[in-house]
Each structure stands twice: as C-alpha cells, then as structure tokens.
C-alpha cells in the first residue's frame, strides 16, 4: 500500500511570488491535515480537509489556503511568500473518521530567499 | 487550548542504556496521545497512541508509553536504545470539532542522542 505522497520534495521561490504544494493521501483515506515545522515554532497546524470540505484550521494568515479534490488529493497554496515562510510543510492523511491516527508525508522542503 | 510540553530539548543516552522521554499535556476531555518520530530530513512516523482502555500501550521498535491521567502525562519508554533510534520524538495530542480528531498539537520536540 503507497504512503502519503508529497511533491515537490524541495522548493526554492522568492519573496512575494506564490507557490503550491501537492499531497496524495494513503487509498482509501478521505481526510488530509497540512502542517508547517520551522526551528522556531516547531510543529504547527494549518488546516485539514475531509470529503472536499475544510473541517479545521489553524491560526494562519488568509496567504495561506488549501483544497481538497474528489480523489482526495490535496493542494496547499501560499500567496505572497514571505522570508518567514520557509519551512517543511508535512501533509497527513487519515481515514477521517473514529479512532485513526494520521500518517505523514515525507514533507515539502520549501525556501523563500 | 490543548499544550503539549516536551521538558526536554535534548537527551544523550549510551547504547545499551533505557530511555524515558517525558510529556505532559493540557486538554479539556479524554485525550487521543501520540509519539511520533522523526528522522532529519524526513516526515514523522507514528510509534504508538493512546485513544483510550489499558494505560500502558506498546508500540513499534520496542517502545511503550504509559498514560497518567493524575499527571497529565504519556512518558515515552524503552528498556534498551540501539544507535538507530537517535531521532526527534515528538508527543502530540488531537483534537477537532464536528468528528474530527485530527487537529494535533504537538509538543517542541526531544532530539535523542544515543553514544556509541
């Protein structure tokens, strides 16, 4: 059975362009959580998608969104990339109902210079 | 709000030697817990979790945890480390409204350094 599944594995942007990110879920899994990790805030939340729906979101600014499409893939966009926004974005995948844990991604490295 | 607190940054233990990574957390109801670990460079890997019944849980790699309602708390434990667990742990605890329970918070970490 595939894992979850993260494109690009490493992005370098500039400051002030856009830039999408790419998660395929496990099969079968219809719920995906985004995650930001940087040295300095650690591990954080951003938003999680179920059935094409935002279900949570963290406490991020508007520049950052996110979709969910009817296989369950998910995107992640961020406008407007600051210095700041460097960082591995992990994506999650999980059944999405009772008790299952989340199974991560090997994560977007992502640099803003 | 849910917390999750990781005491320790940093831990250095010889091969051989047991390890107990310790964590506390703060959440209104009965808590889903989480050890994950991470490699560098790498996502994270589920060890073990509690959602509820027996309060000790087993997991991969020869891990337990046990969890301490008085103590807020789901220590990590293994009996002897082998130079491969050297890692980031990290504790977490889900949460979410309208059924979701995949909201987790995580804890800043415990980076393991096992000696030779």
């Known amino acids: 059975k595939a894992g979850v599944t993260q494109t690009p594995r490493y992005l370098i942007k500039t400051r002030g362009q856009q830039v999408t990110l790419s998660c395929s879920p496990i099969s079968g899994h219809r719920s995906v959580s985004w995650y930001q990790q940087t040295p300095g805030q650690g591990l954080q939340f951003l938003f999680e998608?179920?059935?094409?729906?935002?279900?949570n979101k963290g406490n991020f600014p508007g520049r950052f969104s996110g979709r969910q499409f009817s296989n369950s893939r998910s995107e992640m966009n961020v406008s407007t990339l600051e210095l700041g926004d460097s960082a591995l974005y992990l994506c999650a995948s999980s059944g999405g109902t009772g008790d299952n844990e989340a199974f991560f991604g090997q994560g977007t490295r992502l640099t803003v210079v | 709000a849910q917390s999750v607190t990781q005491p320790d940054i940093h831990i250095t233990v010889s091969e051989g030697a047991s390890l107990e990574l310790r964590c506390n957390y703060s959440y209104g109801a009965t808590p889903y817990l989480f050890w994950y670990v991470q490699s560098p460079g790498q996502g994270l890997q589920l060890l073990l979790k509690y959602f509820s019944g027996d309060t000790l849980v087993q997991g991969i790699k020869g891990f337990e945890a046990e969890f301490k309602r008085s103590q807020s708390s789901f220590n990590l434990r293994k009996p002897s480390v082998h130079w491969s667990d050297a890692a980031e742990y990290f504790c977490?605890?889900?949460?979410?409204?309208?059924?979701?329970?995949?909201?987790?918070?995580f804890g800043k970490g415990t980076l393991l350094t096992v000696n030779p």
């Open positions: 977490a605890v889900a949460s979410g409204s309208g059924g979701s329970n995949y909201k987790l918070t």
């Open positions: 998608y179920f059935s094409e729906t935002q279900r």
